[in-house]
C-alpha cells in the first residue's frame, strides 16, 4: 500500500535565461534569485521519486527577481534555460510589461532533465514590449513549474537599403586640342568609378565604327580636316559599361586664325530686371567675314540674326546689332560666332545672372562656323 508523505525543502538558486536574437540581436542574460518552492516527494516502498520542475537554472517560480535584459532586433527569438524534468517546455509571450497582457507568442523545447533551448517564437513579434513566462508540467502528476515573468523588449531592426551600383563614368581629353591633319593625337581617357575598378577601355574613331580594345592612352590621328566623333567605351568590374562622345575639330595645315582677328564689344547698364544693353558691336573684321548673333532665353527681342562683313573705301566698317541694344532680362544668353571659310574664327558668349555680373566667355570658332573651341597657341 502506498504512502505518501510530503516535506517541504527550501533553497535559493540563481540561474538565466537567454534571448537569442539571431545575426542582427543583442543578446544577453537575465540573472535570477529564486527561493525553491516545497518540494513534493512521494515515496512508496523501495522506490523514491521527487519533482521540483526547474526552469532556466532555478524554479522558476513566482518570486524570481528579473536583473537585466536588453532589447532584441530579432522578431521570432528563441530561450533557453534548465528543467529537472523531461517533459516539454512552454513559453508564453505576452504584449505588455506583465503577463497579464494578451498571448501574441509561444515557443517549445523539449525538457532533457538539463539544458534546454526553445525553438523560435511563433508568430513573429513586432516592435514592443513584451513578458515572457516559461512553463513545463510535472511528469509525476505534480503541480507544474511556472518560471517569473521576463520582460523584454523587440525592436525592429532599421531597414538595409541596398547599395546602388552605379556604371562607370566615361570622360576624355585629348591633346592637342586642336590637331591639324596628319598631326599625332593623343586621347587620355579620365573615366571614374567610386565604387569598382574599371576593367575594360575600348575606343572608336568615328560615330558608327566598332570599339577597339586599348589602353587608357591612345595615339591617333587624322587625315582629312572637319569634325571627327570620337566614343570611348569603358567597363568595371561588375560588368557595368559607360560611353562618353565627344568631337575634335581637326584643321588643315594652312588654317590659321582670322586676320584681323575680329573683337567683340558689349557695353551695357545694370537694371533691377537684368541689363541694358548700349553696345553690341563687332570690330576689326576681316571682309567677307560673317556674323551671326543667337539670343537664347525669355525676353530676347529676337533669336538669331546675320550680317556679313563689307569692305569699303575706308576699309572694313564695324557691324552693330542695333536689335539688340536695349533691355535684356535674367537668364538670357547671347552667342556672338565670327567666322570666316577654312580660318578659325571667334566666338562670345554673354550671360544675364541674377544677382552677380554678366558673364562673358571668349574662346575660338572652328573653321566651320558652327562650335567653339580653344584657341590654337600658336
Not at 303 to 309: G, H, M, N, Q
Not at 368 to 377: D, H, W, Y
Request: charged share 15%; aromatic share 6%.
Amino acid at each position: 500500500m502506498l504512502k505518501s508523505v510530503l516535506s517541504a525543502v527550501s533553497v535559493v538558486a540563481v540561474g538565466s535565461i537567454t534571448l537569442s536574437a539571431g545575426a542582427l540581436a543583442q543578446s544577453s542574460s537575465v540573472q535570477v534569485g529564486v527561493p525553491r518552492a516545497a518540494g513534493i516527494q512521494a515515496r512508496s516502498g523501495r522506490q523514491d521519486a521527487s519533482l521540483t520542475p526547474t526552469l532556466a537554472r532555478a524554479d522558476f517560480r513566482p518570486g524570481a527577481v528579473l536583473v537585466a535584459f536588453s532589447p532584441s532586433f530579432d522578431t521570432t527569438p528563441s530561450f533557453s534555460g534548465t528543467a529537472s524534468d523531461t517533459t516539454p517546455v512552454t513559453v508564453q509571450i505576452h504584449a505588455g510589461a506583465t503577463a497579464s497582457g494578451t498571448l501574441v507568442s509561444r515557443a517549445t523545447a523539449t525538457g532533457t532533465g538539463a539544458g534546454w533551448t526553445s525553438d523560435d517564437a511563433s508568430p513573429a513579434l513586432g516592435s514592443g514590449q513584451y513578458t515572457a513566462v516559461a512553463t513545463q508540467e510535472s511528469s509525476l502528476g505534480n503541480p507544474a513549474g511556472r518560471s517569473a515573468p521576463v520582460t523584454f523588449v523587440v525592436t525592429l531592426a532599421p531597414a538595409v537599403t541596398p547599395a546602388l551600383v552605379l556604371p562607370p563614368s566615361a570622360s576624355f581629353r585629348w591633346f592637342p586640342s586642336v590637331p591639324q591633319t596628319g598631326e599625332p593625337v593623343s586621347l587620355v581617357s579620365s573615366s571614374t568609378d567610386a565604387a569598382s575598378p574599371i576593367t575594360g577601355i575600348a575606343w572608336a574613331l568615328s560615330d558608327s565604327g566598332p570599339f577597339q580594345a586599348a589602353g587608357p592612352v591612345l595615339a591617333t590621328s587624322f587625315s582629312t580636316p572637319g569634325a571627327h566623333v570620337v566614343r570611348l567605351r569603358v567597363t568595371d568590374a561588375h560588368g557595368l559599361s559607360s560611353v562618353a562622345a565627344e568631337t575634335i575639330d581637326v584643321v588643315g595645315p594652312t588654317a590659321s586664325l582670322m586676320q584681323p582677328f575680329p573683337v567683340v564689344r558689349i557695353a551695357g547698364t545694370d537694371t533691377p530686371w537684368g541689363v541694358r544693353l548700349t553696345m553690341l558691336r563687332v570690330q576689326q573684321l576681316p571682309a567677307g567675314a560673317r556674323i551671326t548673333v543667337r539670343c537664347r532665353g525669355r525676353g530676347c527681342p529676337l533669336r538669331s540674326v546675320k550680317r556679313v562683313a563689307v569692305s569699303k573705301r575706308s576699309g572694313v566698317a564695324p557691324v552693330d546689332f542695333r536689335g539688340l541694344e536695349r533691355s535684356l532680362r535674367f537668364g538670357v544668353t547671347l552667342e556672338i560666332l565670327v567666322s570666316q571659310r577654312g580660318k578659325i574664327g571667334e566666338y562670345t558668349r554673354f550671360t544675364v545672372r541674377r544677382g552677380r555680373l554678366p558673364e562673358r566667355v571668349d574662346s575660338c570658332l572652328n573653321p566651320a562656323g558652327v562650335r567653339p573651341l580653344v584657341c590654337p597657341s600658336s
